[in-house]
């Protein structure tokens, strides 16, 4: 990958995260500070991350219901 295409991924992933953080906030109902820390302490993010699965192109609202949904023990707290 050349360091511009890398480069652009970056801030499309962090723009992502963003979004997903986000929507966390607003179906949990919780300030987005809480939701980042769920999102950062996720297996989504590590995947997201990782780009293994490619499941960075999915949409962001898709994925934090995912989230919510695959990871429960993180909201239980």
Do not use: H, W
Not at 46 to 73: F, R, T, V, W
């Amino acid at each position: 990958m050349t360091v511009e295409k890398n480069e652009l991924r970056n801030i499309y992933i962090t723009f992502l995260e963003e979004d997903i953080i986000k929507e966390v906030a607003i179906l949990l109902n919780v300030d987005n500070r809480i939701a980042m820390e769920k999102y950062y302490n996720s297996r989504l993010c590590q995947e997201i991350g990782s780009g293994e699965y490619g499941i960075e192109y999915m949409d962001s609202k898709y994925l934090a219901s995912d989230l919510i949904e695959n990871e429960p023990e993180l909201f239980s707290k």
